[in-house]
């Protein structure tokens, strides 16, 4: 439940998350492609509607100027071609032909025979279908220059006398249209350039505050509850940082909490009475370990001594016994007065919680022995230890009621523990027969009978077995044959 001993929760699928969106394309980017796209599309979009407006203008303005011409010039063939005057049509036609433009000249009669042809003119079965439509007709590309033809009828008092045909050079459609092809070019060019620009500067601008709450949640993610953001914007993103800075702070109020759970409760039972949805009184039996550890000649001692300096000394023991305990598996169920209550394969089992709490009991009373050496040299009172172990099936769970509620176990097995206790003198570990021929430890410490007492609701004697705290001599050939003989787990 510490801050500082607890993993970050999601660190590792953060940093994975985090590392394969590093590798992929920046919000910069994406924006200033989505932008080129859209620009692209919209210019080519824009000049496909501009260059076909541009290419029915052409030819309007080519059909207008081609009739205006073609009209003059069959007014003016009038009166030649009535009079049958070709030098005079001739004439006409001469003055025209090397207008620019003009690639071609011919006047027919009213039965299309041709009275004057000059340069590149249509033939003759097309002039006829073209008088009949009064209409051009387009020659197609001769010598890279495009050219169409355009017949006039020659008429005097609504009577056909003749037809005159123009071709001209529509080349000049085509300079005009590549050149407003070129200027569409451009400035599609220009657009896109300055739409990767813009985009790539919008994408900055939004990327940064996005870093920052990447760089925010990686704070979070490492446990760092104290990170705040400064100077929230006033959009979206802003918003999503005040709710992460509302939320950090409500983590950070949940970490203190739990660590001040903590201190009042260990560990392992904080844990599992945090991920219990509900708490509720009850519990369930199991197979666990519990040991006393009382301060021998405490009542005497605590007639000397005022209860600050008192509340000191047993803070001073109770923190090394609490070291030690958790070194083994165990921890604090709670502390009765000058007793320290320790609890082995619960609420977290532990197939080893007999094992571990006779170890946990040797090195409570070494780390004792060695403390008090330390606090006899600095003139300080100094107490010892007795300490009593039992094992059994124990009902663990929430005791007391629904507004004061404790975890802790009930049972014959921590009854019989507590009193042993008060059977233990200063300096002794006392232990069941039970204990003592289920965990072998004849075969690792050096054991004896201490006394055989009957306790009421028992119908056998309870026989009472002390284990010195120092470990028997075995060779290794005697562990192996211990080993092989499954005395030893």
């Known amino acids: 439940m510490n801050g500082k001993n607890k993993k970050p ?30 620009i692209i599309v919209g210019m080519g979009l824009l000049s496909l509607f501009i260059l076909g407006n541009q290419s029915r203008v052409f030819e309007q303005q080519a059909d207008a100027y081609a009739a205006a011409l073609g009209g003059q010039l069959a007014v003016a063939a ?28 011919a006047i027919y009669s009213d039965e299309l025979k041709p009275l004057v042809t000059m340069g590149v003119i249509p033939q003759k079965n097309k002039i006829s279908i073209l008088a ?17 033809s355009y017949v006039s009828k020659i008429s005097f008092k609504d009577l056909t006398v003749g037809y005159c045909v123009l071709t001209f050079d529509r080349s000049f459609m085509g300079a005009a249209y590549d050149k407003t092809l070129r200027t569409i070019f451009l400035i599609t060019a220009f657009m896109v350039v300055l739409g990767v620009v813009v985009a790539a500067f919008i994408g900055r601008r939004l990327s940064r505050p996005i870093l920052q709450l990447v760089d925010g949640t990686h704070e979070i993610s490492e446990g760092n509850y104290a990170f705040r953001f400064e100077d929230c914007r006033t959009d979206e993103l802003g918003l999503l940082m005040d709710s992460l800075n509302t939320m950090t702070e409500g983590l950070s109020k949940k970490e203190q909490v739990e660590q001040t759970f903590s201190r009042y409760v260990s560990s392992d039972v904080a844990s599992t009475l945090m991920e219990e949805k509900e708490n509720r009184l009850g519990g ?4 666990a370990t519990v040991l006393f550890a009382d301060i021998s000649g405490f009542t005497s001692l605590s007639e000397k001594l005022d209860p600050e300096a008192l509340n000191s000394l047993l803070n001073d023991y109770f923190t090394l016994i609490d070291q030690i305990a ?38 409570i009373q070494r780390g004792i022995e060695k403390y008090n050496h330390k606090r006899r040299n600095l003139d300080m009172i100094t107490v010892d230890f007795s300490i009593a172990i039992n094992s059994g099936r124990m009902l663990a769970g929430n005791m007391g009621s629904e507004k004061r509620m404790e975890y802790t176990v009930l049972g014959n097995a921590v009854n019989l523990a507590s009193r042993l206790s008060s059977l233990a003198t200063a300096g002794q570990i006392l232990v069941t027969r039970e204990v003592h021929d289920s965990l072998f430890l004849a075969a690792l410490y050096e054991t004896s009978v201490v006394q055989t007492i009957h306790l009421r609701g028992k119908s056998k004697p309870v026989e009472i077995w002390k284990v010195e705290p120092r470990a028997k001599l075995v060779s290794s050939t005697e562990l192996a044959a211990m080993k092989t003989s499954n005395l030893i787990h």
């Not at 929760?9 to 989505?34: C, D, N, Y």
């Not at 049958?84 to 049509?89: H, K, L, N, T």
């Open 132 to 148: 009949e439509q009064a209409e051009y007709w387009s020659l197609g590309e001769k010598e890279h220059i495009d050219l169409s």
């Open 284 to 287: 369930s039996y199991v197979e």
């Open 326 to 363: 958790g070194d083994h598996q165990g921890h604090i169920d709670k502390y009765i007065g000058d007793c320290a209550m320790i609890l082995f394969g619960a609420p977290v089992q532990d197939e080893e919680h007999g094992v571990n709490a006779v170890r946990c009991a040797i090195e």
């Open 78 to 105: 009038i009166e030649p071609v009535l009079a049958g005057d070709i030098q005079a049509v001739e004439q006409l036609t001469a003055n025209l032909v090397y207008k620019e433009g003009i690639e071609g000249i």
């Open 9 to 38: 929760v999601g660190k590792r699928k953060f940093l994975s998350a985090f590392l394969a969106k590093a590798t992929s394309p920046t919000i910069a980017v994406k924006l200033a492609a989505i932008m080129t796209a859209v």
